[in-house]
């Protein structure tokens, strides 16, 4: 098959979270299996890129009356083609959907032209059979191409796959963004495009797609609830004969303790003894106290509500009192910022935090951390909690969405409400048993052999696709 993905980031180019992790690793797992594989992203300032070659010149975007020019780069990585939309009004700025000041107040152009763009690479760079697109950024592909383009003869059996990595981001702008867009206003109707008198990009993809998928088995069956559905689990409920979860895998080759480049030595599960040399290493690292029988709890995360560090705080002088060290990497929202910074300067001799992404460092926290939380309010799918397990070091998360797909009772701990009692209970019981030697290596091994790379997920990707696939004479072009 000849698939295209179409999103806002990807690494090694563009990151922000876990989507671009999926944009790294799953157009490669397909590609491994035969099918022809690209990537429609924009080049933002940020991104460097060795070895690309401009494919194409000039190439006319028409936004409504806005009319941008852009050039398309080739690189390829793994087989997997990655297509760069170099257009500097709307992507040459020091953000990718925003900065200090908030979200950039053009972003539906932004990722309107994305989508335009795309449309242009399919028609005359990559005939596809069938185009992926991911979260609200991709949403207006799939309502394009089943109106303006319904009937131009290349799209006439255009199949599309909408995959929703994180419902709590939708792309709702105001209702005046149907003429500014130059949408068909047939299709701005409560069945359509239309939320809550807005226009919503997430709708878009979800309504008008063949298929939509998300991240986790359980995260698809919570964005259907009220709690969950921020406002679209009616929407979802509707269409949920379309609705698939198929679950996040993760890249070994890059997070394994065996083999991973940033940790201070390897281990495995055959032989453990390395990670207390990461124990210790990373204690001297953030600045605390050597300590090998104290359990060391690691964070990683962005500092956003969604993460649930609020609850962290709530429970700080309760956290004091223990024989527990905490090691916190991360940023975002400046009041969950402040919080890390007041228990590091409080608590010196329990408390660390680093302020900012430094990829290295959540290596060695996933590698020298005993345990690692993550009390979200609500989580897709999660990845941390899947490297931790390969790294042994023991998760303790709240039991919602791919958290719970992924961690039970005999590889970490879980708490089910989002109640800092409920979090205080789960640490409680992981302090508890971390003395118990023998059975906590049970714990860590049980993690360290479950398997959660991106084969099967590929292959679940790969039915669905071939579901849907419709197969044209477009497929013997390139």
């Known amino acids: 098959m000849r698939i295209l993905h179409i999103a806002s980031e990807a690494t090694p180019f563009a990151k922000t979270g876990g989507l671009a992790d999926v944009l790294g690793a799953l157009p490669r797992a397909c590609a491994a299996l035969g099918d022809d594989v690209a990537v429609v992203l924009p080049k933002y300032a940020s991104v460097k890129v060795e070895g690309a070659r401009r494919v194409w010149h000039s190439l006319p975007v028409t936004i409504g009356a806005h009319l941008y020019t852009a050039n398309i780069d080739e690189v390829i990585l793994d087989e997997v083609l990655y297509f760069l939309v170099d257009c500097p009004p709307l992507y040459n700025r020091p953000g990718i959907y925003g900065d200090a000041t908030g979200s950039f107040p053009d972003n539906h152009i932004r990722f309107a032209a994305l989508t335009q763009a795309a449309v242009g690479i399919a028609r005359h760079l990559f005939r596809a059979d069938l185009f992926h697109c991911h979260d609200w950024q991709s949403g207006l592909l799939a309502p394009l191409l089943k109106s303006s383009l319904a009937m131009d003869p290349l799209f006439l059996h255009a199949r599309t796959i909408f995959t929703i990595h994180n419902l709590g981001y939708q792309g709702n702008f105001g209702a005046e963004t149907v003429t500014e867009l130059g949408l068909d206003p047939m299709i701005y109707t409560p069945s359509g495009l239309e939320f809550w008198n807005q226009v919503s990009f997430m709708k878009g993809g979800i309504v008008w797609s063949d298929a939509v998928t998300t991240v986790s088995p359980t995260y698809a069956r919570e964005i259907q609830t009220a709690e969950q559905g921020f406002g679209m689990d009616g929407v979802l409920r509707d269409h949920a004969n379309k609705l698939t979860g198929i679950l996040n895998g993760v890249d070994y080759a890059i997070w394994s303790p065996e083999v991973d480049p940033h940790t201070a030595t390897h281990y495995s599960v055959s032989d453990l003894s390395g990670k207390l040399a990461c124990k210790r290493a990373l204690l001297a690292e953030m600045g605390l106290p050597a300590n090998d029988a104290r359990p060391v709890i690691g964070i990683v995360s962005r500092f956003a509500e969604q993460k649930g560090l609020d609850l962290v705080g709530t429970i700080a002088e309760w956290l004091a009192e223990q024989d527990v060290a905490i090691v916190a990497l991360g940023s975002g929202d400046a009041a969950t910022e402040a919080m890390f910074r007041t228990l590091a300067a409080t608590y010196p001799h329990?408390?660390?935090?680093?302020?900012?992404?430094?990829?290295?460092?959540?290596?060695?926290?996933?590698?020298?951390?005993?345990?690692?939380?993550?009390?979200?309010?609500?989580?897709?799918?999660?990845?941390?909690?899947?490297?931790?397990?390969?790294?042994g070091t023991v998760p303790i998360v709240r039991a919602t969405g791919g958290l719970a797909d992924t961690v039970d009772s005999s590889t970490g701990f879980l708490f089910e409400e989002f109640s800092a009692e409920a979090l205080q209970g789960a640490l409680a019981d992981a302090l508890a048993a971390f003395p118990n030697r023998a059975a906590w290596n049970d714990r860590m091994v049980a993690g360290m052999t479950r398997d959660f790379s991106w084969n099967?997920?590929?292959?679940?990707?790969?039915?669905?696709?071939?579901?849907?696939?419709?197969?044209t004479d477009s497929t013997e072009s390139t």
């Not at 408390?351 to 959540?362: E, H, K, N, T």
């Not at 005993?370 to 309010?377: G, H, Q, T, V």
């Not at 609500?378 to 790294?391: K, V």
């Not at 099967?456 to 669905?464: E, M, P, Q, V």
């Open 456 to 471: 099967a997920s590929a292959l679940a990707y790969r039915d669905l696709y071939l579901a849907h696939r419709t197969v």
């Open 350 to 391: 329990k408390f660390a935090v680093r302020i900012g992404y430094d990829d290295g460092l959540s290596h060695r926290i996933e590698a020298g951390a005993d345990m690692f939380l993550m009390p979200s309010r609500y989580e897709p799918c999660g990845l941390n909690q899947i490297y931790s397990l390969r790294y």
